[in-house]
């Protein structure tokens, strides 16, 4: 009756008879489930990952045709060792970039944010038709493999689009493309054609000190007649703008430059598959720089990060830091 009670009569026949074959009601020791693999199969998602490095588990599952899921693929990979990761995408830096860096990073880490507040970040970039956005990689562990040639290697056949860019504490310039060769005289035809309109057109609230031009060390930039260019102030006064400094970073110096936040962001936001003309190309770069421009609160934190960027780069003596 009290069986009746707490469980249904199945429940307590099952009991009964368990008892009589065993002689206690002990739980049964839990049998593994059946797994879904081979042995042959296992060997053969083992050895996918160092025959193609970048790939993803579903890739691995669709490459084999296995009847499994993405899941199953995931945990025999970690069985054997192989766990993913991101790959590293930073060259390494020589001990010139590390005094270079180090260096740059001690002289305008005491400045405050009135100081940044002043700066223009500028810089060019490349997007490419293929496929990189961020890749996966599967490897064991104390193993590394940097992708800064695979994505060389890859560019080749592929459409790609040339822009550049300014922000500041302010706000956001705009993003222009760079029809044909980047050249010096292209470059200066830029910064008359988009830098200065934009800075008018924005009215960032600059104060009357000068405005701290920032720019990478790539040899257009670094060419006579763009120095000359920014030596002449005449035609920048005429136009009731403050004088122009440049500020040039150290070799290797992109984490000390947070422009690239965003051209990382449109890199990882990238449907390939989706856009692959040139124009498709620029259409998600402005799509994704006035997404930016709808957020000044981002684009001013990043700008305000560049004291945390500095005091990065002497912790990490001159070498690379997480930004």
Same mark, same amino acid.
């Given at each position: 009756?009290?069986?009746?009670?707490?469980?249904?009569?199945?429940?307590?026949?099952?009991?009964?008879?368990?008892?009589? %074959?065993?002689? &206690? $009601?002990?739980?049964? /020791?839990?049998?593994? *489930?059946? =797994?879904?693999?081979?042995?042959?199969?296992?060997? #053969?998602?083992?050895?996918?990952?160092?025959?193609?490095?970048?790939?993803?588990?579903?890739?691995?599952? %669709?490459?084999? &045709? $296995?009847?499994?899921? /993405?899941?199953?693929? *995931?945990? =025999?990979?970690?069985?054997?060792?192989?766990?993913? #990761?991101?790959?590293?995408?930073?060259?390494?830096?020589?001990?010139?970039?590390?005094?270079?860096?180090?260096?740059?990073? &001690?002289?305008?880490?005491?400045?405050?944010?009135?100081?940044?507040?002043?700066?223009?970040?500028?810089d060019e970039k490349t997007f490419n038709s293929f496929n990189?956005?961020?890749?996966?990689?599967?490897?064991?562990?104390?193993?590394?493999?940097?992708?800064?040639?695979?994505?060389?290697?890859?560019?080749?056949?592929?459409?790609?689009?040339?822009?550049?860019?300014?922000?500041?504490?302010?706000?956001?310039?705009?993003?222009?493309?760079?029809?044909?060769?980047?050249?010096?005289a292209a470059y200066i035809d830029i910064l008359e054609k988009n830098f200065i309109p934009s800075l008018q057109e924005n009215n960032y609230p600059f104060p009357p000190d000068p405005i701290i031009f920032v720019q990478d060390r790539c040899p257009v930039h670094t060419a006579r007649i763009v120095k000359d260019w920014f030596a002449d102030q005449q035609n920048i006064q005429l136009l009731e703008l403050p004088n122009i400094q440049l500020l040039e970073l150290p070799s290797k110096g992109c984490d000390c430059n947070p422009i690239e936040h965003i051209w990382a962001n449109m890199v990882n936001t990238w449907e390939p598959e989706l856009e692959r003309t040139e124009e498709q190309l620029m259409a998600h770069t402005q799509r994704q720089w006035e997404l930016f421009r709808a957020r000044p609160q981002e684009v001013r934190n990043l700008v305000s990060s560049m004291p945390d960027r500095l005091r990065a780069v002497i912790d990490a003596e001159g070498g690379w830091t997480h930004y």
């Open positions: 009756m009290l069986a009746k009670v707490l469980r249904p009569p199945p429940t307590a026949k099952r009991w009964t008879r368990r008892f009589e %074959e065993s002689g &206690n $009601l002990c739980n049964l /020791a839990k049998r593994p *489930r059946p =797994r879904v693999t081979t042995p042959e199969e296992d060997v #053969r998602i083992r050895r996918a990952p160092s025959e193609t490095r970048f790939t993803t588990a579903t890739a691995i599952r %669709e490459a084999l &045709n $296995l009847n499994v899921s /993405a899941t199953t693929v *995931r945990r =025999r990979l970690h069985e054997a060792g192989i766990h993913h #990761r991101v790959p590293a995408t930073k060259e390494r830096l020589t001990a010139a970039h590390r005094a270079g860096r180090l260096a740059f990073a &001690n002289q305008y880490v005491g400045h405050d944010l009135d100081f940044w507040s002043r700066v223009v970040f500028t990189h956005g961020r890749l996966h990689v599967w490897r064991e562990n104390n193993t590394r493999y940097e992708t800064h040639n695979i994505y060389e290697e890859a560019r080749n056949g592929h459409t790609t689009c040339n822009v550049w860019g300014w922000i500041c504490r302010h706000g956001m310039g705009n993003v222009t493309k760079i029809e044909g060769k980047f050249t010096a």
